[in-house]
């Protein structure tokens, strides 16, 4: 009797287990991901100016190179703190500084501005655009489309007569919205405060 | 009047001091012209409007001076005539404190209105005619948003059961709605008679605060005296903010503007009173919208009361003509104290959408107290109208948790100041809230910009590879066509019967044209040289090498012209057989030539032997050193002489034998 229990719980078993791995196996063929969902992911943080000043040609080759372990999360100096923040979080690990090796973070936003009086047409500054933001032909004045520009830089140094200026964007009443208050709540109030001055003098 | 009616509540609310009996006590006083305006082209939600004047114009009062750009827009009309004297970016009613494009008109006192014409009975005109005159008259919301009326009327056209006439101005110091209502009851109702024509909704609603008894008894005598039944004015309990869009439509209907929604999709509209008048004007006396009744107010003022100001007045006329004490006042705030803000420019102008100017004393509203830490009491919570999570919030927006924030329906927020204004340890929340919906308008706006740069990277990665690909298969398709051709060359002789025989035919014919003239021409050659006397034999029997060469290609054509040509044509059979005989015939006849150029070559060694034996003689004669040189060259001469006179003997008996 006892023998008999034994061989029904174990052929049970083996049914059972029999059955999950036909249906784990169809489900890994079913359902298979397509490429790898975290290089979407990274890419989906990074700020596709497509600079290369992390040292991969564009952004979707640096969120691969992250996804295989070969990249640092500090490369991107368009980026900047808030995106090493935002892979740090998605991938668990402990954010870094910038490596100030790939450059380093812009004040405010760029764009490329041709002084087009000066422009020779020599398409230089068109074949390195990596987003197509500048127009023009062979011999014709070039033109940088200012809301397609990433502010990358690349256009510069093939500039032959370096023509091309980085100028910040103006922030117009359009993009103006209002800052984060900076009132330093009475608690910690420390000395630095104009509160405070007289008090620490 | 409203006894039957249930009325409903929102969620939180406040009571601040109303500080509204002030400027109450006397009535509307005209602002007159001022000796300058500032007219802003962007004083409404949506695109900025686009200049139609030039520095140097000269207007009249009424007249389009900027015209509005897309749907989602309105025009600007000058407020009085005079010159335009400036077009440029000046100093503008907007938080940033930033300037913005600006027409300045200097007015030349005169005010000569434009003709304009107005729909005296407007019953008979389609709806579509109505909306038409608003859009023209650059009519906006005024009761702070600015929005373009003509929009929100024509987008909730055919489907509206309400119409709501927001009159409550629940927020504190402001009494404008108030006093227009008080004076300008009949061209209020006017104007919501004009709405209701264009939307011809079930129900029209005047929502009034309980705290304008006057403006409530002027509404309802003018209702009475049009005999008008279709307006019911509701009064309801002061609260604030009672007077925003979505919690007036809650108290009066009991419905709940969906997160994220507009009233038209509950079939309600909300109007504002100032808005009402506009309308009034514009359609019954075809007047654009030039100017407004804003309150002016505050401890610095000693006359606190209304104005009818013209749009673009700058607010230091206003403080002038009030008197007020610049000096004493410590803050200049446009619109009300909860959801206005302060101006540093006293030339700011007044806009659409200005209703109040409050010039505060240090008294009256001091600065800001020091932050402290939150408290979690939880007063926020229940203050928010927008039954929203204040405290959540504000923790969310200093960390910059922007995703959470969102997340928490931080869109929501109507800004009304109620958190802040209850919160014990004076966190000015709404500065959070407000920094923290600009960050997230920011990051989508980001968000967008980057995902057009990485299609336009990843389009040009792609077009690039398609380029590439291209060019390959250009050069690819280039090298199978050279070798095909290569091989086609190759097989055409062999091929010729069969594939192409009259191209082939008349190639072979070329052909053996073109080796039949080599031969005449290298003959014609070998004959000049032995005409000129040539003596170098080596050249003649290079001349004669060709000559056999041109001879045997000669044969080779006219073999193959006549193999390609039997199998086409058996009449060409002769004239193949002709050829061949011409070809073979050749070598015959020029035996004789053969005969005569092996002669000639005697002749030439003959020549240079008797020479070679002059010069030795002559060596001989003078006794030279170099005489055994010459005798060499003599013998050798002799030799080839020789060699020569065998070669002809040799030939002369071949041909002899042949024939």
Not at chain 2, 97 to 109: A, E, H, K, N, Y
Not at chain 2, 454 to 468: D, G, N, S, V
Not at chain 2, 648 to 655: G, M, P, V
Request: proline share 5%; glycine share 6%.
């Amino acid at each position: 009797m006892e023998m008999s229990g034994i061989i029904i719980a174990i052929s049970a078993l083996v049914v059972l287990s029999l059955i999950f791995g036909a249906i784990l196996g169809f489900a890994s063929i079913r359902f298979k991901v397509e490429g790898n969902p975290l290089v979407e992911q990274i890419d989906a943080l990074l700020p596709q100016t497509q600079c290369g000043q992390c040292s991969y040609p564009g952004c979707s080759p640096y969120a691969e190179a992250i996804a295989n372990g070969t990249a640092g999360i500090n490369k991107c100096p368009p980026g900047g703190e808030s995106t090493i923040l935002a892979i740090a979080d998605l991938l668990g690990v402990e954010p870094e500084p910038l490596d100030a090796e790939h450059g380093t973070e812009k004040e405010s936003v760029m764009v490329a501005v041709i002084r087009e009086d000066e422009c020779i047409g020599c398409t230089k500054c068109i074949q390195a655009c990596p987003v197509d933001a500048i127009l023009g032909a062979a011999k014709q004045m070039h033109t940088v489309i200012e809301s397609e520009c990433t502010g990358c830089d690349l256009c510069l140094d093939p500039c032959p007569v370096d023509c091309i200026d980085m100028v910040p964007v103006n922030t117009g009443l359009q993009e103006w919205h209002w800052d984060k208050p900076d009132q330093i709540i009475a608690t910690d109030a420390n000395q630095t405060h104009p509160l405070n001055e007289g008090k620490a003098a | 009047m409203n006894t039957q009616f249930q009325l409903h509540d929102f969620a939180g609310g406040i009571h601040p001091a109303q500080n509204k009996v002030q400027s109450t006590s006397s009535p509307i006083a005209d602002a007159g012209i001022p000796e300058i305006l500032i007219l802003p082209l962007s004083q409404h939600i949506g695109a900025q409007s686009i200049s139609l004047v030039n520095v140097g114009d000269t207007v009249l009062k009424g007249q389009l001076i900027a015209s509005s750009q897309g749907f989602v827009s309105a025009n600007l009309h000058a407020p009085t005539s005079g010159k335009i004297t400036a077009i440029g970016d000046m100093s503008i009613a907007h938080q940033s404190g930033l300037t913005g494009p600006c027409i300045q008109l200097t007015p030349d006192q005169q005010d000569t209105w434009v003709e304009c014409a107005g729909i005296q009975d407007y019953s008979n005109v389609s709806p579509d005619t109505l909306l038409h005159t608003i859009q023209q008259a650059g009519i906006v919301g005024m009761g702070g948003a600015g929005f373009p009326t003509h929009v929100k009327a024509s987008a909730a056209t055919g489907s509206i059961e309400t119409l709501i006439l927001n009159a409550a101005e629940c927020e504190p110091y402001i009494t404008a709605d108030d006093m227009l209502m008080q004076e300008h009851a009949i061209e209020v109702i006017s104007g919501i008679s004009i709405l209701a024509h264009i939307l011809k909704p079930k129900t029209i609603l005047f929502g009034i605060e309980d705290n304008k008894p006057k403006a409530i008894e002027a509404v309802n005598k003018a209702l009475s005296d049009l005999g008008n039944v279709a307006i019911k004015v509701i009064t309801i309990p002061t609260k604030y903010p009672s007077g925003g869009e979505k919690q007036l439509i809650q108290i009066l209907t009991g419905k709940e503007v969906p997160s994220g929604g507009y009233p038209s999709e509950l079939g309600i509209v909300c109007h504002n009173t100032g808005t009402a008048f506009a309308i009034h004007n514009a359609v019954i006396h075809g007047q654009p919208l030039i100017s407004r009744i804003t309150t002016l107010t505050g401890n610095a003022c000693p006359t606190p009361k209304n104005y009818h100001v013209l749009i673009g007045t700058p607010v230091e006329h206003l403080l002038k003509i009030s008197n007020t004490n610049i000096a004493n006042t410590s803050r200049l705030v446009m619109g009300g104290p909860m959801m206005g803000f302060t101006i540093d420019q006293i030339q700011t102008p007044i806009v659409k959408a200005s209703n109040c100017i409050i010039a505060a004393t240090q008294h009256e509203l001091p600065d800001p107290a020091m932050e402290q830490a939150c408290i979690r009491c939880g007063m926020c919570t229940e203050a928010c109208p927008a039954q929203l999570l204040p405290q959540q919030l504000y923790w969310f927006a200093k960390s910059s948790n922007l995703e959470q924030a969102e997340n928490h329906n931080i869109a929501d927020c109507i800004e009304c100041g109620a958190c802040s204004y209850v919160c014990p340890s004076n966190i000015p929340l709404v500065q959070y809230y407000r920094f923290a919906k600009g960050e997230i308008k920011q990051a989508h706006a980001d968000k967008l910009k980057s995902d057009r740069a990485k299609i336009r990277f990843e389009t040009r990665l792609a077009r690039q590879e398609r380029e590439q690909a291209e060019k390959e298969a250009k050069r690819a398709a280039r090298a199978d066509a050279a070798a095909k051709k290569q091989a086609e060359k190759k097989a055409m002789v062999p091929a010729s019967d069969q594939t192409t025989p009259t191209a082939d035919l008349e190639l072979l014919q070329k052909k053996f044209d073109a080796a039949k003239t080599a031969v005449t021409k290298t003959k014609e050659k070998i004959s000049v040289l032995q005409a000129a006397e040539q003596i170098d034999s080596s050249k003649i029997e290079l001349m004669e090498g060709a000559l056999e060469k041109a001879k045997a290609k000669m044969k080779d054509a006219a073999t193959a012209l006549a193999s390609g040509k039997k199998p086409q044509d058996a009449a060409n059979v002769k004239v193949a057989s002709s050829l061949l005989s011409a070809a073979v015939d050749i070598p015959n006849k020029s035996v004789a030539d053969e005969i005569e150029a092996l002669k000639q070559k005697v002749l030439a060694a003959q020549t240079r032997v008797d020479k070679a034996a002059e010069r030795y003689n002559m060596a001989k004669e003078q006794e030279l050193d170099t005489i055994v040189a010459f005798q060499t060259g003599l013998d050798k001469q002799q030799a080839k002489l020789v060699d020569a006179k065998q070669a002809l003997e040799e030939f002369t008996q071949q041909s002899e034998e042949a024939k």
